[in-house]
């Protein structure tokens, strides 16, 4: 099944709304574009669908100003400072910049084992440290070990037959 896109501004045509207690649920037409649960209180019993949808819009267009002025700069963390941290309020690593370095291995089971700094992480460790930023996007560059501290020449083509 395809992955579902972020909700988008939409018109009364193209969504379904209903209500459950003080949340109204907006349901896109298009089942590959999401929706949203708008918690109004007690008031929503009485908006209108159009009041409703006006909220949906505009709180989806004060998302798209965000991103706009979103500032693109990634922190990574010095080499020698710790990049992950456990959360024991989450019981989980999580990661301390936005850029990780690390290696991948495999274990003797043949399942990949990741290493940050000197924290080697199982696969689904790894996987619940991701989801401290689900949501969000992701790149992943694939160096030599020896060159992961530094930033690759990035060049967007399809690999030739030779390569890798």
Known sequence: MPRVKKPRRASLDEVKIT??????????????????????????????????LKRFNEIIAAQEESLRR???TVIEIPIGKPQVKFSDQCDQ???????????????????AVIWIDDQELS???FGR??????????????VPEELVTEEP???????RKDER
């Open 93 to 111: 690593w999580v990661p301390v910049g936005d850029v990780l370095r690390c290696f991948v291995e495999d274990n003797e089971d043949g399942e």
């Open 19 to 52: 209500r459950e207690g003080d949340t109204a649920i907006i349901e896109n037409a298009d089942p590959l574009i999401g929706g949203m649960h708008l918690r109004l209180g007690a008031k929503v019993q009485q908006m209108s669908d159009l009041e409703i």
């Open 129 to 142: 440290l991701l989801t401290t930023r689900a949501g969000w996007g992701m790149r992943i560059s694939f």
């Open 153 to 159: 020449e990035l060049e967007v083509r399809e690999p």
């Open 123 to 125: 696969l689904r460790e």
């Open 70 to 72: 979103y500032d693109n």
